[in-house]
């Protein structure tokens, strides 16, 4: 089984709408990323979050860590077509704090 | 200031040939880690160098192998080609060794490698 499940795989939604991409691990969080991929592209980072109950913010982007639920939520408020993209998640799984593990990513689909 | 950069954009080979991929990491970081990307999976682990030393290796095999340069500048080269390494290769830099607190790992536009 996979150590990160993103859910959900894809998402589409009508531009202005809000949505939520979820990301859990089986293994105990000592830091979680999140980044944005454009179709073939460079991962773009957007935010790194390191304690539990944290929440971090980026324009209309905001993400959360749950250390307990060894979850982390993104979510998105008025979607608008530059959030088209793949939204990756990855962790650092503490006992190997040289390298990130990833999730297979969720695609979102904004239509204007 | 310049971000991560990767050479070259594209590649194509043939099966048995070898390949070197390079990149250049942020002004200022001395950590460079190597990502491969097959189509519809998140990034795996490759290498993490540090200070010209490899400090951490993923699961791949002997024919990847890397390089650290004393301009942190970083090379990898794959041998006897297969067609399942087929991916995007990724690299990342940050400030320090690791992946933990207040190190993010910053990543470059990817080469993307086809071997027929």
């Known amino acids: 089984s996979q150590e990160l499940e993103q859910s959900p795989q894809s998402l589409i939604v009508q531009e202005g709408k809000n949505l939520t991409i979820n990301c859990t691990s089986s293994?105990?969080?000592?830091?979680l990323y999140w980044y944005k991929q454009k179709y073939g592209e460079g991962l773009i980072f957007l935010m790194m979050?390191?304690?539990?109950?944290e929440e971090k913010s980026h324009e209309k982007i905001t993400a959360k860590l749950d250390e307990k639920k060894q979850q982390s939520s993104l979510h998105i408020t008025a979607s608008q077509p530059s959030h088209a993209g793949i939204y990756l998640c990855?962790?650092?799984?503490?006992?190997?704090?040289?390298?990130?593990?990833f999730g297979k990513g969720t695609l979102l689909t904004v239509n204007p | 200031d310049a971000g991560v950069t990767q050479s070259p954009t594209h590649l194509i080979k043939t099966r048995g040939q070898q390949v070197t991929l390079r990149c250049s990491p942020i002004?200022?970081?001395?950590?460079v880690s190597w990502y491969q990307q097959v189509l519809g999976q998140g990034p795996q682990f490759i290498f993490q160098y540090y200070e010209k030393e490899e400090r951490g290796r993923g699961n791949f095999p002997d024919r990847f192998s890397a390089r650290q340069f004393p301009n942190y500048s970083s090379e990898l080269n794959v041998n006897a080609l297969l067609l399942g390494d087929s991916a995007l290769y990724l690299c990342a830099s940050s400030l320090r060794m690791g992946t933990g607190t207040y190190n993010e790992q910053f990543f470059g536009p990817g080469t993307r490698l086809t071997v027929l």
């Open positions: 002004s200022g970081h001395k950590s």
């Open positions: 990855g962790i650092n799984s503490g006992g190997s704090n040289y390298k990130l593990t």
């Open positions: 979050l390191q304690k539990g109950g």
């Open positions: 293994k105990t969080l000592y830091g």
